[in-house]
């Protein structure tokens, strides 16, 4: 079954660092063709994809928010970090950490935590 | 503003079909596949057409998608009060090199 869990802060100031982990169970990252993205949802807008990792370490980020995304991964520990830096209130929303897999030809989310709801005060 | 467009809103009662659009371009749903995803508030999202047309197992043969050019559609047919729920095309960009998600539909079940 495979299941993953955000954790990190609710809270977090203009400015500041959010540092956002996934802890995951039921696959491994480093199996050929995983990856595991970071989809976020701010109130009232739409998804917005922001960053993935993959099983051989390649990264991939959005390309407005490239200056301020890091994604790492702990294969051992089953682990993704997202980090992004300089928050501001319109960051606040629901960061989702996300399975991605090749199904058929096509990359698809597959399998999403619950979401971690992030607010950042001015 | 969403690079993929859906209308906002969709409607209908049970037993009806329904429709949802998502236009895009040459750069994202012209040369890559659509995948659709449904959401409901408080809960993880979940995929219910990939790859244009192809549904997960699991998810009900009431749910149909297809893709001409550079739009793409997902159409519910016998609709259900449980369809309720916020709908999202998605495909990879090829100009942006990233994932996009369309702008989001809202179906409501009258």
């Known amino acids: 079954q495979v299941t993953l869990r955000e954790s990190g802060p609710a809270l977090v100031k203009s400015t500041q660092t959010l540092t956002l982990t996934c802890t995951f169970s039921?696959?491994?990252?480093?199996?050929?063709?995983?990856?595991v993205s970071w989809i976020r949802q701010s109130p009232g807008k739409a998804l917005e994809w922001l960053a993935h990792?993959?099983?051989?370490?390649?990264?991939f980020y959005r390309s407005s928010l490239k200056t301020r995304l890091t994604i790492s991964k702990d294969t051992s520990k089953n682990r993704v970090v997202l980090e992004m830096t300089n928050m501001d209130p319109v960051d606040t929303g629901r960061y989702y950490c996300?399975?991605?897999?090749?199904?058929?030809?096509?990359?698809?989310?597959?399998?999403w935590g619950q979401g971690a709801w992030v607010t950042v005060s001015s | 503003q969403s690079v993929v467009t859906q209308s906002p809103s969709a409607s209908g009662t049970p037993g009806q079909r329904v429709s949802i659009s998502c236009s895009g371009s040459t750069f994202n749903i012209g040369e890559n596949s659509v995948n659709w995803y449904q959401l409901f508030p408080g809960a993880a999202p979940r995929l219910v057409i990939y790859k244009n047309d192809q549904r997960p197992s699991g998810v009900p043969d009431r749910f149909s998608g297809s893709k001409s050019g550079t739009s793409a559609s997902l159409a519910i047919f016998g609709l259900q009060s449980e369809d309720e729920a916020d709908y999202y095309c998605a495909s990879w960009d090829d100009r942006l090199h990233g994932w996009i998600f369309g702008s989001g539909t809202k179906l409501t079940v009258l």
């Open positions: 996300v399975r991605v897999r090749d199904m058929a030809g096509t990359w698809i989310f597959d399998h």
């Open positions: 039921g696959f491994s990252l480093g199996t050929y063709g995983m990856r």
């Open positions: 990792i993959d099983w051989d370490d390649d990264e």
